[in-house]
């Protein structure tokens, strides 16, 4: 038993450079609602391609709709008021019998009137932007996964699809702090073929999980397929 020990520590002295890692697209993005709403559609047809500037999912809409309707209405009439009061207060600074009180008072409306247009201008970008939030459009990442159903009320915050950049993959291992430096110099194996690959990171704290080890992020080419473990030997 003794000895079975000593072959199996020395077995991973010899093979203390060689690693093992689940290739992962390079980025993982979780998409969560920015407001809160109803979902009125799902593009369940995307979910497992990769988008084209496609619309995911969509939040009802159908109030703040009306609302910045209406509002770019009121700003367009408030302009149209504030010419109109702008001109009258031209019109009294030339007349000498109106009192100074007239003038400022005419000229304290307009600025209120100022006041009022850039609220409401204030008001249509927030509309405008909370519309974009509840129009979900994805431009090229893989949709792996949707996670609500038209119907769902979902608040801001709960996790609507999972998106993820295929365009690279990304290898993940955790090395001995003690080999650290020196595994920088060496060349990458993956499955027994030498690459020109490069270590992108080596995290300087200490991981929580595996204690006394980096972890260190190798960025390859993307690979045919995704999720299976492949070998990676520092040489």
Same mark, same amino acid.
């Given at each position: 038993?003794?000895?079975?020990?000593?072959?199996?520590?020395?077995?991973?002295?010899?093979?203390?450079?060689?690693?093992?890692?689940?290739?992962?697209?390079?980025?993982?993005?979780?998409?969560?609602?920015?407001?809160?709403?109803?979902?009125?559609?799902?593009?369940?047809?995307?979910?497992?391609? #990769?988008? #084209?500037?496609?619309?995911?999912?969509?939040?009802?809409?159908?109030?703040?709709?009306?609302?910045?309707?209406?509002?770019?209405?009121?700003?367009?009439?408030?302009?149209?008021?504030?010419?109109?009061?702008?001109?009258?207060?031209?019109?009294?600074?030339?007349?000498?019998?109106?009192?100074?009180?007239?003038?400022? #008072?005419?000229?304290?409306?307009?600025?209120?009137?100022? #006041?009022?247009?850039?609220?409401?201008?204030?008001?249509?970008?927030?509309?405008?932007?909370?519309?974009?939030?509840?129009?979900?459009?994805?431009k090229s990442h893989y949709i792996s996964n949707i996670n609500?159903?038209?119907?769902?009320?979902?608040?801001?915050?709960?996790?609507?699809?999972?998106?993820?950049?295929?365009?690279?993959?990304?290898?993940?291992?955790?090395?001995?702090?003690?080999?650290?430096?020196?595994?920088?110099?060496?060349?990458?194996?993956?499955?027994?073929?030498?690459?020109?690959?490069?270590?992108?990171?080596?995290?300087?704290?200490?991981?929580?999980?595996?204690?006394?080890?980096?972890?260190?992020?190798?960025?390859?080419?993307?690979?045919?397929?995704?999720?299976?473990?492949?070998?990676?030997?520092?040489?």
């Open positions: 038993m003794r000895i079975f020990s000593i072959i199996i520590a020395f077995g991973l002295f010899l093979n203390a450079s060689e690693y093992f890692a689940k290739l992962e697209p390079v980025e993982t993005y979780n998409i969560k609602a920015s407001t809160s709403g109803q979902v009125v559609y799902i593009n369940n047809e995307i979910e497992g391609l #990769n988008a #084209n500037n496609s619309t995911i999912i969509k939040l009802d809409s159908s109030v703040d709709e009306i609302d910045l309707k209406q509002t770019k209405n009121k700003i367009k009439t408030l302009g149209q008021i504030i010419k109109i009061e702008k001109s009258t207060l031209k019109k009294i600074l030339k007349i000498r019998a109106k009192s100074q009180l007239d003038k400022d #008072n005419q000229k304290i409306k307009v600025l209120n009137l100022e #006041n009022q247009l850039g609220d409401l201008v204030t008001k249509k970008a927030i509309l405008e932007d909370k519309l974009n939030k509840k129009n979900l459009v994805e609500v159903k038209v119907g769902d009320f979902v608040n801001a915050g709960t996790l609507l699809y999972t998106a993820e950049d295929l365009t690279k993959a990304k290898l993940e291992i955790f090395i001995p702090m003690s080999e650290a430096q020196n595994i920088k110099t060496k060349r990458i194996y993956i499955e027994n073929r030498v690459t020109d690959y490069k270590i992108n990171k080596i995290y300087k704290v200490a991981d929580t999980k595996h204690i006394s080890s980096y972890k260190c992020e190798i960025i390859i080419d993307a690979p045919k397929s995704f999720s299976h473990l492949v070998k990676i030997e520092f040489k």
